[in-house]
C-alpha cells in the first residue's frame, strides 16, 4: 500500500530497462541499417561509382551484400552497445539522484 507521499515506482528508469530499450533499438535498427546500404549499393552499382564501402570499381553487386551485412554489425558493436550501458547507467544514476526509483524496503 502506498502512502501519501510515496511515489509509485518508475521501473522504465531503471538500469535493466535502459539496456532492454537500447538493445531493442539495435535489433529494430540493423535490418534497416542493411537495407539502407543495399539500396544505395544499388545505385553506386549502376552509376560505376564501385562498392559503398571502399568504392573499388570491377566488382559484382553481390560483394556489397558482405559488406552490408558485416560492418553494420561491427559499428554496432563497437560503437552502439558502448553508448547503449552509458546511456543506460546515466538515466538510471538520474533516476536514483532524484528520488525516482521506489526503495525495496
Known amino acids: 500500500m502506498l502512502r501519501a507521499r510515496q511515489r509509485p515506482p518508475r521501473s522504465g528508469r531503471s538500469f535493466r530497462s535502459g539496456l532492454w530499450a537500447c538493445a531493442w533499438a539495435i535489433v ?3 535490418p534497416l541499417l ?3 546500404w543495399l539500396a544505395e549499393a544499388l ?3 549502376q552509376q560505376g561509382q564501385g562498392t ?3 568504392g573499388a570499381g570491377g566488382l559484382g553487386i ?3 551484400l558482405g559488406d552490408a551485412v558485416w560492418w553494420p554489425l561491427v559499428f554496432l558493436a563497437l560503437w552502439a552497445v558502448p553508448l547503449e550501458v ?3 547507467t546515466a538515466g538510471s544514476a538520474r533516476a536514483r ?4 526509483l521506489a526503495s525495496t524496503t
Open 62 to 64: 553481390g560483394v556489397n
Open 43 to 45: 545505385r553506386w552499382y
Open 86 to 88: 552509458v546511456g543506460a
Open 34 to 36: 542493411i537495407a539502407a
Open 97 to 100: 539522484k532524484h528520488g525516482d
Open 52 to 54: 559503398v564501402l571502399d
Open 28 to 30: 529494430l535498427g540493423a
